[in-house]
């Protein structure tokens, strides 16, 4: 349980969360399955990979898809595309970026925890006014398991120096929502695809936005993480 008087720490999650980088993703694994000899990776066919590590991601489909190419090297090359892209600038969702900015100026501790490269966060995160207000994170290649095991949540809060029940996170794919629920964490939810807001993971959450970004409200949310009764 959660101390009474514990200040609350926030972890969020990066990609479809914060920033809607997914088409981004979707684009470079277009590219990298192209040149390869798959074609025709659909926006579906991602969308079900969505909240997934990217090494997750491909060792799936290169099973799938019998693929010879070394999984490392598909990883390598999945990034590069992707960095080509998101230095381009990648969208904030702006309810979110108020989410941010209100933490950060009420001392909130806040840390960035993905299953993305920690190039990719860095990338991304450079490339938009949220860089500063955002300087910890952790990426899952720093941690033995991605989401849905808690591992990379756990490793964030070990960083912030605070108990795990004290932690809320704040996440939009269902093996995020788990991962949260494996670590002990109170959970956010806001689904990528609003269409899987009635999978039993998200109905461990906290607080649930079954609309997606276009229902979050960052005064909800704000009011939630810190106690504050709505009015």
């Not at 088409?23 to 798959?38: I, M």
């Not at 099973?63 to 960095?83: I, S, W």
Request: charged letters at 25%.
């Amino acid at each position: 349980m959660s101390s009474p008087s514990a200040r609350p720490a926030v972890v969020f999650d990066l990609d479809g969360t914060l920033v809607d980088s997914e088409p981004h993703y979707h684009e470079a694994g277009r590219q990298l399955l192209a040149a390869h000899g798959v074609p025709h990776f659909t926006w579906e066919e991602h969308s079900r990979f969505i909240g997934i590590g990217t090494r997750e991601t491909l060792e799936t489909l290169r099973r799938r898809h019998g693929l010879t190419t070394p999984v490392d090297v598909l990883l390598a090359e999945k990034n590069r595309l992707y960095l080509q892209l998101a230095h381009s600038g990648t969208q904030v969702f702006p309810e979110m970026r108020k989410l941010v900015e209100r933490l950060h100026a009420a001392g909130v501790p806040l840390v960035v925890a993905s299953g993305s490269s920690r190039a990719a966060i860095d990338a991304v995160l450079g490339a938009t006014s949220l860089d500063a207000l955002l300087p910890l994170r952790v990426s899952a290649e720093e941690v033995a398991n991605g989401k849905p095991e808690p591992d990379v949540f756990l490793e964030a809060a070990r960083r912030l120096d605070v108990q795990p029940a004290d932690c809320v996170v704040v996440e939009d794919a269902t093996p995020g929502a788990e991962a949260a629920h494996r670590a002990g964490m109170r959970c956010i939810a806001i689904p990528y695809v609003p269409a899987t807001a009635d999978d039993p993971a998200f109905a461990k959450a906290g607080l649930l936005f079954a609309g997606g970004q276009r229902a979050f409200d960052a005064q909800e949310a704000y009011d939630w993480i810190t106690g504050r009764p709505s009015p």
